[in-house]
């Protein structure tokens, strides 16, 4: 049972706009930053947004993140077939730990 | 470009210790802007962090609440490396573990390439 929330899949067909939810508390969310982590398949997760809504450099404008008190929300505009993967938030947590989500599995119709 | 470098065995018997090492290069293991931390994933525990090292005017280290106790990460300056000792180990350590660079402020922005490690006899 992973301490954020995320549902388990998540579909969208070419050029559609998806969003995954990630639902938290007041000891995490609530009063720290989210990140979002991207894993294709075999691969090491890849940081996709931090500090809530930041992009590092290199990741397209397409994917943006929003936060609202203890929930955060990624968003995937304009949708490949190559953003077909796991997604991941995470955030730290009053016990000093850093948490995650159980993944939502993204699929491209 | 930082790369990280991971290494160690891949299977480890029950109740002894699990023992890998993660090889900096492109910084510092000493670099005061950064933390370095351990990762792994299951299919049924998912990702979980297992704690972080990072020097600021000392080293500190910080655990995660299931797993402390039973982990150290040790930075090794000379090596440019820093590694994870987690003793005791079960079934239920069986993992992909990583390794990754940076503060959850920042985002964990480099991963090394995943170990997997089985713990069975």
């Known amino acids: 049972q992973s301490v954020l929330t995320q549902p388990p899949s998540a579909s969208g067909t070419p050029g559609q706009r998806v969003t995954i939810s990630c639902s938290g508390s007041?000891?995490?969310?609530?009063?720290?930053?989210v990140n979002w982590y991207q894993q294709l398949p075999g691969t090491a997760p890849k940081l996709l947004i931090y500090?809530?809504?930041q992009r590092p450099s290199g990741v397209p404008d397409r994917f943006s993140g929003s936060k609202s008190g203890s929930s955060a929300s990624l968003a995937i505009s304009g949708l490949q077939s190559a953003d077909e993967a796991d997604y991941y938030c995470?955030?730290?947590?009053?016990?000093?730990?850093?948490?995650f989500g159980g993944g939502t599995k993204l699929t491209v119709l | 470009q930082v790369l990280l470098q991971q290494s160690g065995p891949g299977r480890v018997k029950p109740s002894q210790t699990l023992s890998l090492t993660c090889a900096i290069s492109?910084?510092?293991?000493?670099?005061?802007?950064?933390?370095w931390n351990w990762i792994r994933q299951s299919p049924s525990r998912g990702l979980e962090w297992l704690g972080r090292?990072?020097?600021?005017?000392?080293?500190?280290?910080d655990y995660a609440v299931p797993v402390q106790g039973r982990i150290i990460i040790n930075p090794d300056t000379s090596k440019n490396q820093f590694s994870l000792q987690l003793n005791s180990v079960t079934p239920e350590d069986t993992a992909v573990y990583y390794c990754?660079?940076?503060?959850?402020?920042?985002?964990?922005?480099?991963w090394g390439q995943g170990t997997l490690v089985t713990v069975s006899s």
């Open positions: 990754a660079r940076g503060f959850h402020s920042s985002g964990w922005s480099d």
């Open positions: 492109g910084d510092s293991v000493s670099s005061a802007s950064t933390a």
């Open positions: 090292t990072y020097y600021n005017s000392k080293w500190n280290f």
């Open positions: 007041s000891s995490n969310i609530g009063k720290r930053t």
């Open positions: 500090s809530d809504n």
């Open positions: 995470a955030a730290w947590d009053d016990s000093l730990n850093g948490v």
